[in-house]
């Protein structure tokens, strides 16, 4: 018996199971390229072309790469973000502060050594101001240059808490010293406190950042929200790996909190089930994802402009969309924007030829992960080459692979008399064994 089970277990686990998973079938892809690389035997970095990004899944997991014999390209993209960050300083003492009622307070700060410092962050108390800065650097804290003296620094209030604008710019100051002087609002009551104050390096590689072609724009009230200018970018193709965004306005002095959105498409088709009627699809629009918050500001000075209207975007995107909340002021007059983005590469090794394809567009790819990852940056500092892509094409091969079902979907019928057997089998065995079984005799008096 415990046999017999054995086998009929083995049966059905053979009758359920499915076909396993085949490789990557390219025909399945509806776009190539071909690609041309440098002869030898260094890295090859293919910066991705706007119309493969395009073409591509949001998260670019369709990207397929293969040799001129049809063999598979292990590649590993570099997303082209910045590779130094931000050198943040915090200063190593605090020396004579200082402040005048009502006008202004001041504080000297101690950095340790002359470095080149780029900007200063300087926190003060409050949550909802505008007031002037001026910044001077020196080497022995006796003699001073001035840095700035048109500095804004601003806390607007939000649902969210208020969003602040601390940085001021110093160009490339070397100095070890740093006298910073904020000056009271029109509305500050009481003396206002400097709380700290840091020195930034900030180091961006020439070149890591592209000029984004900008394909159409508008600026309109919000069509739900009032007291809300909505401006619309168009970028004109999809997955934009964006860096920031620039905006323009023609007004001298404000400063606004707004809120930053993107989506990849104005509209989607989704498949709507109707009652007693065949399912249809049905257009609707994309809603949009919000990416964060900014402030957008601008202060004019007799000497100094102070502005900061360049906005992040993190994401891949064709459309940007900003919404500044202007409360009770006037909306702004927009004028126009401009944008940055990354530069990805693909980097891969090609050492046997000097031509390659890359394919894209398959909505069911799988994300792939190779072992070039882990020792590509070694590989890099070996030296590179760049290669070219030529114009995106369809796949000529394209075809939807024809779905192999598990061998019990293909065969119902067969599993159904199986089934139907193997119950039957059960039924005469277990007759069987109660007919074995010997009449129990009533006990004797």
Known sequence: MPIRIACTAALALALFSGTPRAGDDLRAWTHRAELSIPAGNALVELP???????????DWRDLRLEDESGAALPYVIDEGQPTVPDNRQPATAQLNAVFRPGEYSSVVTDFGAVHLRTHLLVSVEGDNFRRRARVEGGNDAVTWNTLTESAWLFAIPS???PRRVERISLGNA??????????????????????????????????????????GSTARPHPDRSKVTWIELDFGLRNMPLRDVTLAFAEADFSRACEIYGRNSAT??????????????VEMETPWDQLGTGTL????????DTEGLTLACPGRWRYVAVAILDRDDRPLTFTGAMARRLNPKLLFKHPSGTTARLYVGNAKAETMSYDIGQYVDTLRRAGTVTAAAHAVVPNPNHAIPETVLPWSERH??????ALAALVAAMGWVLWRQGRAIPPQQPPTA
């Open 48 to 58: 991705l072309p706007p119309d493969i990004m395009d073409l591509a899944l949001n």
């Open 159 to 161: 649902p969210e808490g």
């Open 412 to 417: 119902k019928a067969l599993l159904g008399a």
């Open 268 to 281: 989607h088709t989704v498949i709507r089930r109707i009652e007693d009627a065949a399912p249809r699809p």
């Open 297 to 304: 500001c601008r202060v004019s000075s007799g000497t100094q």
């Open 174 to 215: 070397n100095y070890r010293y740093y006298r910073v002087t904020v000056y009271n609002a029109a509305d500050d009551q009481a003396t206002v406190k400097i709380r700290s104050v840091e020195a930034l390096r900030r180091e961006e590689r020439t070149g890591e950042y592209l000029p984004v072609r900008l394909a």
